[in-house]
């Protein structure tokens, strides 16, 4: 083989310091088009973003030049400035993340799930496996 190729599609999540609860709407809709760029720049496709108020989900490719850490900390680097930014300094993102491999067969489900965040964490029925720890 002549080159990489990567069918690797990531589901992360990370939370806000101390789990505050400041990602709103408006504030999820300022980090997509960040977390969209930041993954154009890497060679990868954002798949699907969705937020509770106190952390976020992505779903996306994960090219085989870029290693899950390196995608991580531009994610969560980029994005991070547009949270300190919409809440004038004072919440930044915790300092971990969970990333795990979705399964092909669990993508659209997956992604239907991350999507929507906020109806599952109003309605409380989100997925333990899903979900930050």
């Known amino acids: ?6 069918r690797i599609v990531v589901h992360a999540t990370w939370s ?19 977390l969209r760029t930041q993954c154009i720049r890497l060679g990868a496709r954002l798949i699907a973003l ?19 850490s390196a995608m991580m ?4 680097g980029a994005s991070g400035a547009v949270l ?6 004072l919440v930044a993102w915790s300092r971990g993340y969970f990333a795990e491999s979705a399964w092909p067969e669990d993508l659209e489900t997956l992604v239907r799930y991350v999507r929507d965040q906020r109806l599952h964490h109003h309605a409380r029925s989100t997925v333990a496996a899903w979900e930050p720890r």
């Open 50 to 68: 969705g937020a509770a108020m106190d952390h976020v989900h992505v779903v996306c490719t994960l090219p085989a030049t870029t290693s899950l």
């Open 16 to 34: 806000t310091g101390q789990r505050a609860p400041v990602v709103t709407e408006a504030i999820e809709a300022v980090l997509e088009p960040v």
């Open 1 to 6: 083989m002549t080159r990489a190729i990567s």
């Open 84 to 89: 300190l930014q919409q809440t004038e300094g």
């Open 73 to 76: 900390k531009a994610l969560k």
